[in-house]
């Protein structure tokens, strides 16, 4: 019960005198209800403390608001600063939701890989071989022949032949032996020479294509590597994000649930302050139905007086004292 104390009003209505003239005027009774003495004392006595509960400051009858409402009042004021870590889930939301880092790695171009071609090595393959090869085979060559020149000079000397036709012939067909020999051996070391450098200059073609092939593999891994890396590292950031959302939302339920725990005990605890402010009046309601309720008029007596009257003539009148002192 909270407010104003209520009204009370109980009542004990018994008849004071009664005064009756018959109509001719010649007899008059009198009769005086009996009270029991505890009767009389107990309703004064519940009387009093009505009366006493008139001076009560109806302010006062109202409990204040407890402590703990006014810390959950505070806290429920303040929920908009207990954003924990949303705002760090959000930047790496929106971290990871940038992709510009991508642009280079979208925008470069595919790495190529050409193939090697053998006459771009041929002439250091070649020029070597007939530099250490057929150089010094043409100077073996000549000095070979010119031995054969000098034996033959000697053995047409020798013959007595020197200076006659037949020594002619015989010279010039020695000379067109050796021109052919010197030709077959020297182009078929250069023929050896080119093929040598082909092979030699073939090998390095075919492995200067396969390390071209493999560069372009391996910048196209690299390439596929880090921006999976870059990936990674935006799930990650999404992962983390979310794990702050989460942790964000359970550190705010939480809190909300504190706050609900101490507004509901500061109103257990207001409503047990406000029960010991209204005891009085809930004890003296009590009191006063218990007192009502009490069967007293069968304990009240009456007491009766007759007199005679010669010459008056009085209608019947009745005069009566009533009280109530209940709660309404």
């Known amino acids: 019960m909270s407010g104003l104390p209520p009204s009370f009003s109980f ?4 008849k004071k005198s009664k005064s009756t003239t018959n109509s001719s005027g010649t007899f008059s009774t ?3 209800p009996l009270v029991p003495d505890w009767a009389s004392s107990l309703t004064q006595g519940v009387a009093g403390r009505v009366n006493g509960l ?5 302010q006062g009858l109202v409990a204040p608001q407890h402590a703990l409402q006014s810390q959950a009042a505070a806290g429920a004021a303040g929920l908009g600063n207990f954003d924990f870590s949303y705002d760090g889930a959000a930047d ?3 971290g990871a939701a940038k992709t510009s880092w991508l642009d280079p790695h979208m925008s470069a171009a595919t790495p190529f890989a050409s193939g090697g071609k053998a006459r771009n090595y041929m002439d250091e393959y070649e020029n070597r071989y007939l530099n250490d090869v057929v150089s010094s085979t043409s100077a073996d060559f000549d000095a070979n022949a010119g031995t054969v020149r000098a034996q033959q000079a000697l053995d047409l000397a020798g013959s007595g032949a020197f200076g006659g036709s037949g020594a002619a ?3 010039s067909m ?3 032996e050796l021109a052919r020999g ?4 020297l182009s078929g070391l250069r023929s050896r020479a080119f093929e040598t450098a082909l092979a030699a200059a073939g090998g390095d073609a075919d492995r200067a294509t396969q390390a071209r092939v493999a560069n372009a593999q391996i910048a196209l891994q690299d390439q596929a590597q880090k921006v999976g890396f870059g990936l990674q590292g935006q799930q990650q950031q999404l992962q983390a994000a979310s794990q702050l959302a989460q942790l964000s939302g359970a550190y705010n339920d939480n809190v909300r649930a504190n706050i609900g725990t101490q507004a509901g005990l500061g109103a257990t605890l207001r409503g047990i302050d406000d029960a010991g402010r209204q005891a009085p009046f809930t004890s003296t309601q009590q009191i006063v139905a218990a007192l009502s309720g009490l069967p007293i008029n069968l304990f009240v007596g009456q007491n009766q007086q007759g007199t005679k009257q010669d010459t008056s003539t009085t209608k019947g009148t009745e005069i009566g004292v009533s009280a109530n002192v209940g709660l309404g």
């Open 54 to 58: 008139l001076g009560v400051d109806p």
């Open 169 to 171: 012939l015989t010279q």
């Open 11 to 14: 009542g004990v209505d018994a």
């Open 92 to 94: 790496l939301t929106r």
């Open 174 to 176: 020695t000379e067109g």
């Open 182 to 185: 010197r030709a077959s051996v």
């Open 30 to 32: 009198t009769t005086t």
